[in-house]
């Protein structure tokens, strides 16, 4: 484990000790924890107890194991396992490839695509496995962009994450280094380490994409630790799930792209929550999802709109789904204005 990650809580005695749960809460504890683990800091349970839609994205309910709202959910719609060309290194679009670091992460989020693999050993990425992961990608030149994911790659033991930053930095064909990390909303204060902060800025290519979801985790401690990358140069850019009960309307997502902007956090990415055995519950429509980005399109800048996408079954990567707002006619184009008015331009 990192150094100086904050302890986990994982115990319903622990969560007792902190907030108050209701009778329904306990028993879905019990029933669900031995299916889908529990896990989370200090700070986060705490967030837990003045928020509601931080409540419903940390603490376990029975409908992740009720059958018939998980039924039409598969393990691994994505087909994440399929696509690796080393064991830690999944090479999808010609010019990037993913790094799952790690399994670990210190708050289990209830709507994570991935708790298929939370009852597996916890496992990081090791001294080997980095050289054969930096081995393949000084051999194919034509990878300019480096995604490092998990679990939360923040919780690297810190030589590991450096050997892996710093092999990537001497890589001349790599452009950019992405660690998607939740550290910044569920732990922010691991990132007031001044040994964190120099190997993410030693990596000199680094850029962090966090996973804020709901205004609700934008506080001073989770701004202060964003303001701590932004000093020492490093880019951060957001990626939302789309979450039916938690941020499935125009006002929390306004509310949310807005306040991010405030912190000089770009929203890059609105996913549409996947199709997955035990995350059923928080998934909505399609349709939903284009409405409501429609809507934020009339309120807000497209510099604070990211992209609404869904990924495409069996691995056939992320496609953007932006409300359509003109069409090809004849010998131009019908488009349309942000406040509905049509207007025609010839394509010539
Ligand atoms: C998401 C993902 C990427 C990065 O996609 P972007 O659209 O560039 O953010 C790269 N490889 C894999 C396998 C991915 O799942
Ligand atoms: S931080 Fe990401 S990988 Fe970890 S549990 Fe949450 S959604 Fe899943």
Redesign the pocket.
Known sequence: MGGSLSRVLTELSDVESHINLSKEEKRAFKEVVPVFPFSSSLYYLKLASRSKAVRRMLLPSLEEIDEEIQSPGELDP?C?ER?KKTPFL?H??PD???IVTTNFCPVLCRFCMRKRNWLKPKFFIDEGEIEKALSYIKENPKVR?V?ISGGDPLTLPLERLERLLSGLERIEHVDIVRIGTRIPIVDPERLFDENLLNVLERGKKVWINTHFNHPDEITEVSKEAVGRLLERRIPVNNQTVLLKGVNDNVDTLTELFSRLQRIKVRPY?LFHCDPVKGVMHFSTTITLGVEIVKELFKRLSPLAIPYYAV?GPGGL??VPVMPKRFRKIKDGYIFESFNGKKFFMEDR
């Open positions: 994505l994440e696509d999944t999808r679009y990037r490839v993913l962009d995604l990415y990924d990567g992320k």
